[in-house]
């Protein structure tokens, strides 16, 4: 059984708005719907989780109080690793692999949903997209985490761009830090996360080189540009409104 868990605890101040980020409205839907209602047609989980923050739980609950879903939260903002284990007092132990998604990514489609979660295998999938450039509204992108592969083309590493040398943040495919864990696997390596970046934060894609530390295979799972699409300002929001 796969659960999914949407990481929606984030203030989002660059967005220069009193709501949650998550509830800024996307063609006149709070952009987090648009992942609720994708994951729900996937057919993967009806009753997605989310994880939010003790200041914005009521609002967001009231916002998606039509759809089943579960709250987890997130008392303090320490990183998304730490976001994804407060989801787990909320995850049964017949669920075997959790798909971690983020609320403010809207164009996540219900097809791609399905396809990650038949697809996976093993004890992580990562998504990852490849770009042309980081012009335009490719821009976006830029200053997501890169993917480092191995002369045999396998992942080894993600390296956030905060922390990257200029000649990795070169490299075009970049990681949106989506993925299916094993849940087993997960709890047990989730422990074993360190804050030692720039951002004192413990990142859930550090478990791309705890696999590989483990000799374990990392799949990937390749997702389109344009459904990768976050929002995180203003400027961000007006580019997501030209691909609605």
Request: glycine share 6%; hydrophobic share 40%; aromatic share 6%.
């Given at each position: 059984?796969?659960?999914?868990?949407?990481?929606?605890?984030?203030?989002?101040?660059?967005?220069?708005?009193?709501?949650?980020?998550?509830?800024?409205?996307?063609?006149?839907?709070?952009?987090?719907?648009?992942?609720?209602?994708?994951?729900?047609?996937?057919?993967?989980?009806?009753?997605?989780?989310?994880?939010?923050?003790?200041?914005?739980?009521?609002?967001?609950?009231?916002?998606?109080?039509?759809?089943?879903?579960?709250?987890?939260?997130?008392?303090?903002?320490?990183?998304?690793?730490?976001?994804?284990?407060?989801?787990?007092n909320l995850i049964g132990k017949?669920?075997?692999?959790?798909?971690?998604?983020?609320?403010?990514?809207?164009?996540?489609?219900?097809?791609?949903?399905?396809?990650?979660?038949?697809?996976?295998?093993?004890?992580?999938?990562?998504?990852?997209?490849?770009?042309?450039?980081?012009?335009?509204?490719r821009a976006c992108f830029n200053?997501?985490?890169?993917?480092?592969?191995?002369?045999?083309?396998?992942?080894?590493?993600?390296?956030?761009?905060?922390?990257?040398?200029?000649?990795?943040?070169?490299?075009?495919?970049?990681?949106?830090?989506?993925?299916?864990?094993?849940?087993?696997?997960?709890?047990?390596?989730?422990?074993?996360?360190?804050?030692?970046?720039?951002?004192?934060?413990?990142?859930?894609?550090?478990?791309?080189?705890?696999?590989?530390?483990?000799?374990?295979?990392?799949?990937?799972?390749?997702?389109?540009?344009?459904?990768?699409?976050?929002?995180?300002?203003?400027?961000?929001?007006?580019?997501?409104?030209t691909l609605v």
């Amino acid at each position: 059984m796969k659960k999914i868990v949407i990481l929606a605890a984030g203030q989002g101040k660059r967005m220069q708005c009193k709501l949650p980020k998550v509830l800024v409205k996307l063609k006149g839907k709070p952009m987090i719907e648009y992942l609720v209602e994708s994951c729900i047609k996937s057919g993967v989980d009806s009753n997605p989780i989310i994880v939010v923050s003790p200041d914005n739980r009521e609002i967001i609950s009231q916002a998606l109080i039509k759809y089943n879903c579960q709250y987890a939260i997130q008392e303090k903002q320490l990183g998304t690793g730490h976001a994804l284990a407060c989801a787990r007092n909320l995850i049964g132990k017949e669920v075997d692999h959790i798909i971690c998604l983020y609320g403010d990514h809207p164009f996540i489609g219900a097809e791609t949903i399905k396809k990650l979660a038949e697809s996976h295998n093993g004890v992580i999938t990562m998504m990852t997209v490849k770009v042309e450039n980081f012009d335009g509204w490719r821009a976006c992108f830029n200053f997501w985490g890169r993917i480092i592969r191995d002369e045999d083309g396998k992942v080894k590493e993600n390296i956030e761009f905060r922390d990257a040398a200029p000649e990795v943040k070169k490299i075009r495919e970049v990681n949106p830090s989506m993925y299916c864990l094993a849940t087993d696997w997960l709890w047990d390596n989730l422990a074993k996360l360190n804050n030692h970046n720039a951002q004192q934060e413990y990142y859930l894609t550090d478990l791309v080189g705890l696999a590989r530390q483990q000799n374990l295979k990392v799949n990937t799972f390749p997702l389109n540009p344009e459904e990768a699409v976050g929002v995180n300002s203003q400027e961000e929001l007006a580019l997501a409104e030209t691909l609605v």
